[in-house]
Every structure is written in structure tokens, then in C-alpha cells.
């Protein structure tokens, strides 16, 4: 009697989208998104337990962002070479041991190396899950669809982390809330492991340690310099060497990646516009949303002081708002350019950064900021959408995932130079309007010259953790002083969203094919060494 043949469900190829994976995918840049966020809902709360000056401050999200932007590259090729799946299960580990570590903090140096942990999963997560995705969909309207689903599960991050701040804050403490996402970390990790398919684009890839290190190098020291710059002066040899440096080994990354025969970037792929143009407006865009995020934060959680849930719930509207509009956002990318996506992101956002920029900081309502919050979650929606799409589908799927780690690794150095830079134009013009503030107070001798003193050492925030809360004419000061650095802040996030639209319309052109059709631009052979 010949056997009996035993029906089996067909296996997934490699490249087939199965619901294992898009879930998978979708909950690891959820987690991902949540590092990202929850500082900024939990600002006031460490500021207050740990007394953390300005500086320090923006360290902890820097902290997190750093690694984020500078090893994105670095583990698409990873993903590439051994398996997308791997770097979704190992990044999701990475981020719940870092988040662990934060939650036993009672410094500001464990939370800043618990935060960099956290920082080197998401490194993992944001390409690995970008690029599994976008290999197992190459239709046009499959792709679209996966690339709503991620756009959705990535403002759906921004919207848990501050409701995961907020209550947790509400027991008064902001360590809850990283054991709360360490465990969601885990989560993530067993799902990837048990549940996502797997693929991998190992030709032509290599590890690229030169590129790595300049890279790396070259960021972390700009971005010291932009941070520390105000409290060592813009002028002193310490900040001038960290800002040539920073050029140096920038200019030695580029040279490395055109010469090498595996680049982790391939610069070849910037003489697409479309490629070149996005990387610009990912960079000036997520730069104008992520400062305008980190101001909204020191107005409602520090200088206004409001509770851990009533400074959360501003972060939850604006991002409630992309999953809610994710089907016509999938709708607009089937039937339109992404240049049109990103023209009303862009546009919208700058309306409600300028609205933010003008709202006097008496306001405390949520009311009064309702309007404003909306127009920037509806606003980041459609710009990432938009850039995702204009990026990826302008490469085959070969390419798929460096041109997925590109997207991340530029949307992230935008992201970490936001805080940064909006945090020291901000505190640089509230100290100078704190100084001019202080001699009509008329305060003895002794009381100004400490004012003074602390203003020198910590800054505004600095003065403000002294005397806030309190109706001493110090403190007013301060706070008006603080709502005028910060309005500074928004109206150059105003500025960023502008050019970013400016940029968006004149150089993102439509294509008349879809990516899987586009033919790769050759590869510039490797120079003599």
C-alpha cells in the first residue's frame, strides 16, 4: 500500500508577507518609537527627582538618540548579511536591558547609559523592520499598505509612551514607567522570535568598520559640542575643536564610503533626486518635530509644572491623530506622489509649531493647546509617510534595505540634533532675557550675585528648580524668561517645517515607475588605495 500523502500548509518563502511578520515588524518600531517619546513626557519628572540642569536634560534623550542615528547603517547591513529576523529579536533584548538599568536609576549617569542601551535596540528595530517589510511587498499597492501599517505602528509608540509616563508619574516616580516599556521590550522579543518571518540581501554587503567609526565619531562629538557649547562659550578652544573635529571625521566617513567596495551607504544612490532630496527634508523636518516635541515638554512638565498625566496628555493627541488618518494616508500614497504627502505634512505642521510658538505661556489648558496639537500629529503623519514612500520606492527591492536603514539613519540624526539644538538656542535666549530681567527686581547685592551664580553654573532651569513654585519675583522672572526661549524655540522649528516644504515641493518629482522596475544605479568602483 503506497503511503499516504499528508497535507501541510505551503511554507513562506523568504519574501512572503505573512501576519506573523507584519506583526512582528509593526510591534518592534512600536517599541522603538516609545524610546523615542517617553523622555520627552517624563522631562519635568526627572528633572525634579534628579535635579538634572539644562544640559543634562537633553543628554538623556541625546543619550538614546545617538545610537539610534549613528548604528542604524551599521545594523542594516547586519540585517542584510544574517537575517532581518535576528536584529528584531536582539534589539528588542537590547532595548528591555537598557530600560531595566533606568529603571534602578538614581543618578543621571546610570539613566544616560540605560538610555544608550535602549538606544543601540532601536538602532536594531527602526531599519530591520522597515526593510522586512518593504522585501516581502514589492507591489505598489501591497507596499503602500505595509508602509501605512509601519507609519500607524510607530505614532501608535508615540502614543503608549506618554500614556505610559503619565500614569506611572501619577505614582510619582519616573522609573515605572521604563520598567513598564523594559517589559513591553520582552514582549516584543518573543513575538519576533516566534512569530516573523525572515529575509536577508547579503550581496554586495560587508561590514564597513571605517565608515562606522567616522561616523559615529563624528556625530557624537558635534553633538557635544552643540550641547556643551553654551556652558563652555561658542568661542572656547574646547567647543571650536569639537566642532572641527566633528568636520574631520564627517569628511573622512564620505571619502571612506566612496572608495570602499561595500559601502554601508552606498552615495551613489544620492544622485537619485528623489533620494537626495528626502534625505535633506528628513533631516530639516524631523529636526523641526522633534524641537518643537522637546519644547512643548519643558513648557507643560518644567517651567508650568504640571502633573505627570496632564504633561502626558498633549504627546497622546498629537499622537493619536496618524492612526486614525493611516487608511486615507495608505489611500493618498496609492494615488498620488508622495511630494503631495509630504507639501500638506509639512505645511500643516508648521501651522500648529506656530501656534505653540505664539500661545502665552499663562495658558496651561488642554483646550488651549487642542488646535495646535492636532495640526502637528496630522502634520508628522503625512511627513513620514511621505518620506518613507519617496525613499523606498525609489530604489529595486535589492536595495530595499539600505535604503531603509538611510531613511532611519537621517530621520534619527534630524530626531537627535532636534532636542539639541532647539534646547540650546532656547536656554542661550532665556539666559540672556533672565540677565536683562534681573536688576529692575531690585534684590539685595548677596541674593543677586547667587542668582547670577546658579544662572552660570545650570542655566535658567537651574534657577527655576530654586525658586519655583513659588511667588518670589525670581521666579517670575525666570518663567517669563523660559515661555520667551522657548517661543524662540518653536519659531524656528516653524522655519525648519517651512524649508522642509520648500525643499518637498521643487526637488521630490514624481516617478513613472514603480522602484522594482527602476534599474540600480551602478556602483562607483572603488577607488585606488
Known sequence: MAPTATTQEPQPTPHTLTKGTLIACCLAVCVAQIGLVLPASLNGLMQQSLKLDGSQLVWVSAAFFLPTATLGLTFGVVGDLFGRKRMLVGGAALMALGWTLAATAHSATPLFIGQATSGLGAAALFPSSL?????????????????????????????????????????????????????????????????S????????????????????????????????????????????????????????????????????????????????????????????FIGSGYSLSIRVGVIQHQSPMASALPFMVIAAVTPVVSFALARLLER???????????????????????????????????????????????????????????????????????TSLIQQIGQTFGAAIISTVALSSSASALA???????????????????????????????????????AQATVTALAHGFSVGQFVCVCASLTALTISALFIRPTAKAAQHTPAPPLAAAAPR
Not at 514589492?138 to 500607524?152: D, F, G, H, K, S
Not at 547670577?452 to 528648580?465: I, K, M
Request: proline share 6%; net charge neutral.
Open 436 to 474: 536683562q530681567g534681573l536688576p529692575p527686581l531690585g534684590l539685595a547685592p548677596d541674593h543677586l550675585n547667587a542668582v547670577h551664580q546658579a544662572l552660570a553654573e545650570g542655566g535658567p532651569l537651574a534657577v527655576l528648580g530654586a525658586f519655583g513654585g513659588t511667588d518670589h519675583p525670581v
Open 197 to 288: 518571518g525572515d529575509s536577508c540581501a547579503p550581496e554586495g554587503r560587508a561590514l564597513d568598520w571605517g565608515g562606522q567609526i567616522t561616523i559615529a565619531g563624528g556625530l557624537l562629538v558635534l553633538l557635544y559640542a552643540v550641547i556643551e557649547g553654551p556652558n563652555y562659550g561658542w568661542a572656547s578652544p574646547r567647543t571650536v575643536a569639537g566642532f572641527v573635529l566633528a568636520a574631520v571625521l564627517i569628511a573622512a566617513f564620505l571619502r571612506i564610503e566612496s572608495r570602499t567596495t561595500a559601502p554601508m551607504l552606498r552615495l551613489d544612490l544620492f544622485k537619485i533626486p528623489r533620494i537626495w532630496a528626502s534625505a535633506v527634508v528628513a533631516v530639516i523636518g524631523m529636526f523641526g
Open 131 to 195: 526593510a522586512l517589510l518593504t522585501a516581502a511587498a514589492p507591489e505598489p499597492q501591497a507596499r503602500a499598505r505595509v508602509l501605512a501599517a509601519w507609519t500607524a505602528s510607530l505614532t501608535t509608540g508615540a502614543f503608549a509612551a506618554p500614556l505610559i509616563s503619565g500614569v506611572s508619574g501619577e505614582q510619582g516616580s519616573f522609573r515605572l514607567a521604563f520598567a513598564v516599556v523594559s517589559a513591553i521590550a520582552v514582549a516584543s522579543a518573543v513575538v519576533s522570535l516566534l512569530g
Open 336 to 406: 498620488f506622489s508622495p511630494r503631495l504627502v509630504l507639501v500638506i505634512g509639512f505645511a500643516v505642521m508648521a501651522a500648529g509649531q506656530f501656534w505653540l510658538a505664539v500661545l502665552p505661556i499663562t495658558q496651561t489648558s488642554l483646550l488651549a493647546m487642542l488646535p495646535a496639537l492636532l495640526l502637528n500629529g496630522l502634520g508628522f503623519g503625512f511627513a513620514v509617510s511621505g518620506l518613507t514612500a519617496a525613499t523606498v520606492n525609489s530604489v529595486p527591492i535589492e536595495l530595499a534595505g539600505m535604503a531603509s536603514a538611510s
